[in-house]
């Protein structure tokens, strides 16, 4: 992953101290570099101590930052004095980059207050963010109002903000694939394609009689299907899979993974049925769990605003995300339900996933037709679910997002599936089902329910309900 690259707008209000900003710079600097990001700065002969203060410092700042446009993945403002309330709205502003902005004041000593050491910055803050208001630039701000460059709550906000820097520029630029049309029996899936490109989302299509057309031409052995064939092989035992299905989801996989590189795509939504059993011979949940586990999610049934939130999730997480039913209740407990799908988390989320029949579709497409099918019980631990949504009568994208956990409980069934627990589950089921959510919900592994939410309410303009306990 390519290193973050923030611009850095150092404030300074005249009658205090120099040194303060000079070591603050200093030090703020060096905590960037350990992080691993790179900064575009002023240097410190270009305006007085490389600071932002006046107009003529904001437009210097600013051409430095329009000339990196592209590096750029968002301004931290930070603030060892009480800053020219001006001079970091002025900069970016002017600067007009459009990406996330992070605002950090450096804490007085209450034993260092007289008039060499005193900062104000928690004054300060305030009046750079009224600023930042006034010309209607969105923010974030650290755990804590005033928190030290060089403590660890502050490095946290750091890399909290770069996840949220990463999921805004991934959003915006985001390029989808839909691999057939949506099936017949499910409206649910819906989606306004045009909301969706007017917030930077591309959907590229590709009907499922050219996928099974490219891969009908593919010999099994063609060194793409022995490629896939061993990828298959690695990611999970494929000994209770027939050689003729076994093959089909090796070309399967090798078509699509040609069409994304060709058409630069991060993530698909596929119809997985009826179509690919009665045409093909076999359950895309295997290959859909093998591409959402090497960061490429995939989404059942055409849900390709599903595939959207699988997506947030894991650029704010950096790790495989999924897509699965709210499907049961969990006997008579009003915080737990159980998820399901019929075969393609990734990995990750069960340990003792196997590959066999997909037995809810076997019941009507016949057993020989649905081998690819994932099960296992997922593993305990935390997660964050989150959920994309085009509302076509409001001309809106909506998102829910929040955090529960899977519990160690388990079932006996078939698929994959596990039982989480959501505080206040019965609310957010009212929420849902009072506002025509869809049934699907995408989940990551991880506690990143904050990132996704900074990144689509606060930046992106989507309306966000954010469920918490």
């Known amino acids: 992953m390519d290193r973050p690259t923030f611009g850095v707008i150092v404030g300074n209000r005249d009658f205090f101290p120099d040194r303060l900003v000079t070591e603050g710079r200093v030090e703020i600097l060096s905590v960037l570099e350990s992080l691993g990001i790179d900064v575009v700065v002023l240097d410190e002969q270009a305006t007085n101590l490389g600071a932002t203060e006046t107009w003529a410092d904001a437009q210097r700042c600013a051409d430095l930052f329009r000339a990196n446009r592209d590096r750029i993945d968002g301004i931290l403002v930070t603030l060892p004095n009480f800053g020219d309330e001006k001079g970091a709205s002025d900069t970016i502003r002017l600067a007009d980059l459009g990406v996330p902005v992070l605002v950090q004041a450096t804490p007085d000593d209450p034993k260092r207050m007289g008039l060499d050491r005193r900062r104000d910055s928690f004054c300060g ?48 630029h985001a390029r989808l694939g839909l691999v057939g049309a949506r099936p017949n029996a499910f409206r649910t899936v819906r989606f306004s394609e045009k909301l969706l490109q007017a917030a930077g989302i591309t959907v590229t299509t590709i009907d499922l009689s050219d996928v099974y057309g490219a891969a009908s031409k593919l010999a099994v052995t063609d060194a793409r299907v022995k490629a896939k ?54 359950n895309a949940c295997g290959v859909m769990s093998l591409m959402s586990q090497n960061l490429l999610p995939s989404a059942c049934e055409t849900d390709l605003t599903g595939a959207v939130a699988m997506y947030a999730l894991q650029l704010a997480s950096g790790r495989p995300s999924a897509l699965v039913d709210w499907n049961n ?16 988390w990734a990995k990750e989320f069960a340990s003792d996933a196997t590959i066999g029949v997909a037995e809810i579709q076997a019941t009507t497409l016949g057993r020989e037709h649905t081998y690819g099918g994932l099960s296992g019980h997922a593993n305990a631990g935390p997660i964050t679910y989150a959920r994309v949504s085009t509302d076509d009568h409001q001309g809106r ?43 699907h919900v995408a989940m990551s592994a991880s506690r990143v329910s904050e990132v996704v939410a900074e990144a689509v309410g606060t930046y992106l303009g989507w309306d966000l309900y954010r469920h918490v306990g």
């Open 125 to 172: 803050k305030i009046s750079v963010c009224n600023n930042l208001v006034q010309n209607k630039i969105p923010f974030s701000l650290t755990t804590r109002h005033t928190v030290r460059p060089d403590s660890d709550e502050f490095r946290a906000d750091l890399r909290r903000f770069v996840a949220v820097c990463r999921t805004v520029k991934g959003l915006r």
């Open 229 to 282: 064939l061993e990828q298959l092989a690695a990611y999970v035992d494929t000994n209770a899979v027939p050689e003729h299905p076994l093959h089909q989801m090796a070309r399967l996989a090798a078509v699509l993974d040609e069409w994304m590189v060709e058409y630069g795509l991060q993530a698909t939504a596929l119809q997985c049925w009826s179509s690919m059993q009665e045409n093909f011979g076999i």
């Open 329 to 344: 209740n969990f006997g008579d407990d009003p915080n737990k339900c159980v998820f399901f799908h019929c075969g393609n």
């Open 397 to 439: 994208i909506r998102a829910i997002v929040g955090e529960g956990r899977f519990t160690d409980d388990r079932l006996d069934t078939f698929g994959m599936t596990g039982v989480v627990e959501i505080p206040r589950l019965q609310d957010l089921l009212a929420y849902i089902c009072r506002n025509g959510f869809e049934h």
